[in-house]
């Protein structure tokens, strides 16, 4: 079955602890994508990935890193995490025609 | 002017009813032009892409109108079900495969 997973699928955690949230997908696609989804702002994208070690900024990549070691993983990084970093994160495979397919989210809460 | 705006709603609409949504871009040059559904505290899920010659999957109908830089999805025949968020998603010109802007979405709300 074609999926994205991402893990953990819901983290509590406090400013300044590091976190990793993994993100692998199975349908071999070369570009994957972050996202984080807040209230009145909808979906805005973190970081993207063209292919195994090439990765561009999306409209707000502050304080988030990312790296395509692998072309099936793909994940975020917050190295130092502030509480505006609250919100729900989604991970996203993009097919050759553009369809994008989202991992099930991340809910991350940043004391 | 924001590059994908679209009311967002909520459309409350009974079983049965005929609903519409338009969504406007800002960026002429913009190649690839999807619908996307989620629902409450789920991720997104592609509805269907949309074509210059609009295009239509059972109930729902897409359009494309480059000349005023707006698509629409329209829903027949309403169903329960088809509450959701309704997200429209434009590729920029000059944007890769990965970069995609979202709009903020509009909610749909059928009722018995």
């Known amino acids: 079955e074609a999926q994205v997973t991402q893990n953990p699928r819901y983290l509590i955690t406090v400013t300044g602890k590091k976190l990793t949230v993994t993100c692998s997908q199975n349908m071999n696609h070369e570009y994957m994508s972050w996202y984080r989804q807040d209230p009145g702002l909808g979906l805005r994208q973190i970081y993207y990935s063209m292919n195994v070690e090439v990765t561009d900024k999306g409209d707000v990549p502050e304080g988030y890193k990312v790296s395509r070691k692998e072309k099936r993983n793909f994940p975020l990084i917050l190295e130092s995490p502030s509480p505006n970093q609250t919100s729900l994160y989604f991970c996203?495979?993009?097919?050759?025609?553009?369809?994008?397919?989202f991992g099930p989210g991340t809910r991350l809460l940043v004391l | 002017r924001k590059e994908v705006e679209q009311d967002p709603g909520p459309f409350n609409v009974p079983e049965g009813a005929t609903v519409a949504f338009n969504c406007t871009y800002s960026?002429?040059?913009?190649?690839?032009f999807f619908w996307y559904r989620q629902d409450c505290r789920k991720e997104p899920k592609l509805l269907m892409s949309?074509?210059?010659s609009g295009n239509e999957d059972g109930r729902f109908t897409a359009q494309l109108n480059r000349a005023s830089q707006y698509i629409s999805l329209l829903i027949r025949d309403s169903k329960l079900s088809d509450s959701a968020t309704y997200l429209c998603v434009v590729t920029p010109y000059g944007g890769s495969q990965g970069n995609l802007i979202f709009g903020k979405g509009t909610k749909l709300s059928v009722k018995p």
């Open positions: 949309v074509y210059s």
């Open positions: 960026n002429s040059a913009s190649q690839s």
């Open positions: 996203a495979s993009i097919s050759s025609s553009r369809s994008q397919y």
